[in-house]
């Protein structure tokens, strides 16, 4: 195991807290919705194009941060 520490510790929990509560500083143009463990992030535009375009960028920026704190980015796309 190169990081990480193991799954079910006190401190796995705490690490992980930290981790995750600063992604909402990441992108200026997405909302994030944290609950637990689960993170979801939406975007919105003028139009479907434009989301598009601003969501792949963003997505791309938050992927950067997390590979940067060893985290993998896990993409569920669904457009409303």
Avoid: K
């Amino acid at each position: 195991i190169s990081c990480g520490v193991s799954q079910g510790s006190i401190l796995g929990t705490l690490l992980f807290l930290l981790y995750i509560n600063v992604v909402t500083f990441v992108s200026e143009h997405m909302y994030f919705t944290l609950f637990a463990d689960d993170t979801n992030a939406s975007n919105s535009a003028p139009n479907v194009d434009a989301a598009i375009t601003s969501m792949d960028e963003e997505l791309r920026r938050l992927n950067i941060w997390l590979n940067a704190i060893c985290f993998i980015l896990n993409i569920f796309l669904t457009l409303q």
